[in-house]
């Protein structure tokens, strides 16, 4: 039986996984990216985990793998253009890999693989026009349709977590101001908890974490408080949701999804987040989006990187490409 091989190499881990070609993970493993080893050594030590993987399923032959890297990547070509987490620049990776495991390698950025995996096994099967979203560090959004990956002009398209939106005072790390990531993102969560502490808001989180302690603060413990009935966590959340809420509907209506899936680390908040970004999104969206529009938290969450690239590789080689 073939199996297909999916990675996802994030600036701490990577995480690498044998697909069926059903899209059901068999194995999976985790490494240290220690990326700071340099290019050859990060791919080394993939390229061992993968074959690990792969020697524990004999019944199986690998005839594809693909990759999933934080950056700009050149899918094309098979080469990681900018990936700023790694310290890359211009890295053949798909070559370098394919070499070492013997298959074709097909590689591509790490949103687009995750929400390819949730669009074709994931919260997204069976839907045609899938538009995805990861609320990580930041925020980004890939789309694909009838099974194809929506890539625009330069491949840039999907960065939704950088435009500037009223009403959000905080400078983002591109350089610009007010940038929806800045809010709607698991760092824009815990900021805006430490701005609340910081202006003396009667808050639990204030007694959780005391002074210089506040910067351990993350997404999951607002979510923690808002299940204690802290009246600062709702309304952070609430103020998320809606802000998420206004930077998706323009989207929603120029692509006319009818699937969202919500994916990314911040995401764990579940209806917390989701409910008032519901009810902002029904408020301003037209209903004629709003009625076929489903909207769901990802299937895979943490695995949906190995799987996206694993089926990824299998349509590319597939396909002959
Ligand atoms: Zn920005």
């Known amino acids: 039986m073939h199996c297909y091989l999916g990675a996802d190499i994030g600036g701490t881990n990577i995480v690498c996984g044998v697909v069926d070609g059903e899209g059901n993970l068999l194995a999976a493993d985790k490494l240290p990216t220690e990326a700071a080893g340099g290019f050859a050594s990060v791919v080394g030590r993939l390229a061992e985990a993968a074959k690990r993987l792969l020697a524990a399923l004999p019944q199986y032959t690998c005839v594809a793998a693909g990759v999933g890297v934080p950056g700009f990547v050149d899918h094309e070509r098979g080469i990681v253009v900018k990936a700023v987490n790694l310290g890359w620049d211009d890295m053949p990776l798909a070559d370098e890999l394919g070499r070492q495991l013997g ?54 398209a999907g960065e939704l977590g950088h435009f500037g939106m009223p009403g959000i005072p905080y400078r983002c790390v591109c350089g610009l101001t007010g940038c929806l990531e800045t809010v709607a993102s698991a760092t824009g969560i815990a900021r805006q908890a430490r701005d609340a502490i910081a202006a003396g808001e009667r808050t639990v989180l204030a007694d959780w974490f005391p002074g210089e302690r506040a910067a351990e603060l993350t997404a999951a413990d607002v979510s923690r408080a808002f299940d204690a009935g802290d009246e600062t966590a709702r309304r952070i959340l609430r103020h998320t949701g809606t802000m998420l809420a206004q930077g998706l509907a323009p989207a929603i209506s120029l692509i006319s999804p009818d699937m969202l899936v919500l994916g990314g680390g911040a995401s764990k908040a579940g209806e917390r987040l989701f409910a008032p970004m519901r009810e902002e999104l029904t408020r301003i969206v037209h209903p004629m989006f709003m009625s076929g529009l489903k909207i769901e938290v990802a299937k895979h969450l943490d695995d949906a990187g190995i799987i996206g690239s694993a089926l990824y590789a299998r349509e590319q080689t597939a396909a002959g490409g």
């Open 103 to 156: 298959v074709p390698v097909r590689i591509n950025n790490d949103v687009r693989m995750y929400i390819y995996g949730e669009a074709t096994a994931g919260a997204g099967r069976g839907r045609r026009f899938v538009l995805g979203v990861t609320l990580g560090t930041g925020i980004a959004a890939a789309t694909v349709n009838e099974g194809r990956l929506h890539y625009g002009s330069g491949s840039r």
